[in-house]
């Protein structure tokens, strides 16, 4: 389970960094593009970011996090380039 947790933190970074990418640099110059990419790059990410916090519930127990890492992989997922920091030190 930690490897899909891995690969889950992996694809939810990019997903966000996508979903950055998209707001900064498309929508300023094509909006109409903007508006078909936004549905299935927020839905890629919101199922990857669902999962991401289900999975580091269901492996807090078995990897054995304190409250203050817990506490810092979960904070992760909310900062841009944060689940690579999780998947590099807590993977």
């Not at 947790?5 to 094509?30: D, H, Q, R, W």
């Not at 669902?50 to 203050?68: D, E, H, M, N, S």
């Not at 890492?69 to 904070?75: A, E, H, R, S």
């Amino acid at each position: 389970m930690l490897k899909i947790f891995k690969i889950t933190a992996i694809l939810e970074g990019i997903s966000y960094l996508v979903l950055f990418a998209n707001m900064l640099f498309i929508k300023p110059n094509n909006s109409e593009l903007y508006h078909t990419l936004l549905y299935p790059i927020g839905m890629t990410h919101g199922i990857l970011f669902i999962g991401y916090i289900i999975l580091a519930f269901l492996l807090k127990t078995p990897q054995k996090w304190g409250v203050r890492d817990f506490g810092i992989i979960l904070i992760a997922s909310l900062l841009p380039f944060g689940t690579f920091y999780v998947e590099k030190k807590y993977c």
